[in-house]
């Protein structure tokens, strides 16, 4: 026979949990702050039945949540880790991250998938050959890290060569910047979407290209989509959160489960807790509920 649980001792429960765990999320948001490299990515939410947003930060050894009315620079800076963040921002390349005056990567993955489009849609070689360099690059990368070796700067400075030539390749293949198929017609000329990401691959070199020069960089952002991956189920699940209370609850109890969880190394975390701070699994438990 199973035990049935008022309601009102869930949300209780939860109260106590979100009180407790505020000086954890403060140690968080200090750790990410201090770290070489930070993930960081955004996905709707709705609360009370409206549009929010569920922004995330983090790496191998954190995570943060914040839920915000907002999606842009607004959320951002309410979160208060990205603009006072030295290190490396891993993103997906979104305009609003890349206003902050820390070093940038952009998610390569994403670039691919736009590259392959871009091939299989307009048959374009450059962003064929653009795809495999990348790849490339991705080996080269994943060879030096597994046999804990130096980069070379020979082969870098090669393979950084060959980004050029490709680049100058895309722009013979997109001598007009404007879109042909708007020509003629009333209203601005968008340029095609071949030259908006040959654009982008010009403007950003360094920041798609900084996994090749720096090897704690990682080639995609992966980090920040597994952990808001629970996000997206559980809006899937129960569609929406009743009060901001409890997406704020929501927020909070999660970093903790996904920071102390077995993708994390939470043994670098447990120092900066108080001594009377219990450690292990149950204990973590009995922290949560304290």
């Known amino acids: 026979m199973g035990i049935k649980i008022c309601p009102a001792t869930i949300i209780r429960a939860e109260r106590e949990c979100f009180q407790n765990l505020e000086y954890f999320e403060s ?34 050894k954190c995570t943060c949540y914040f839920a915000h009315s907002k999606r842009g620079s607004e959320a951002i800076n309410a979160m208060r880790i990205l603009p006072e963040f030295k290190g490396i921002a891993v993103h997906d390349g979104w305009k609003p991250y890349n206003s902050y005056e820390c070093d940038h990567a952009l998610c390569n993955a994403h670039l691919q998938r ?77 340029k095609t979407k071949a030259r908006n990401l040959l654009d982008r691959f010009i403007e950003h070199k360094e920041k798609i290209l900084r996994f090749l020069t ?60 108080p001594e009377d701070l219990p450690q292990g699994n149950d204990s973590h438990r009995a922290y949560l509920l304290k």
């Open 214 to 273: 720096d090897l704690k960089v990682p080639f995609e952002n992966n980090q920040a989509e597994r952990d808001i991956r629970m996000m997206k189920l559980q809006q899937k699940i129960s569609g929406t959160f009743r009060t901001t209370q409890g997406a704020q609850a929501f927020c909070r109890i999660r970093a903790y489960i996904s920071t102390f969880g077995s993708t994390k190394q939470s043994i670098h975390l447990r120092r900066y807790f």
């Open 114 to 190: 736009e590259l392959t489009g871009i091939e299989e849609n307009y048959k374009q070689t450059w962003a064929k050959e653009m795809n495999e360099l990348l790849t490339e690059m991705k080996k080269y990368t994943d060879e030096c890290k597994e046999q804990v070796k130096e980069l070379d700067f020979e082969q870098i400075k090669a393979l950084e060569e060959r980004f050029d030539a490709i680049i100058i390749k895309g722009i013979e293949e997109n001598p007009q910047s404007l879109n042909p198929e708007k020509q003629g017609k009333r209203g601005k000329n968008p």
């Open 27 to 60: 140690i968080i948001r200090e750790k990410l702050m201090i770290s070489h490299v930070v993930h960081f990515d955004e996905t709707g939410m709705k609360i009370e039945g409206k549009r929010h947003w569920l922004h995330v930060a983090s790496n191998d």
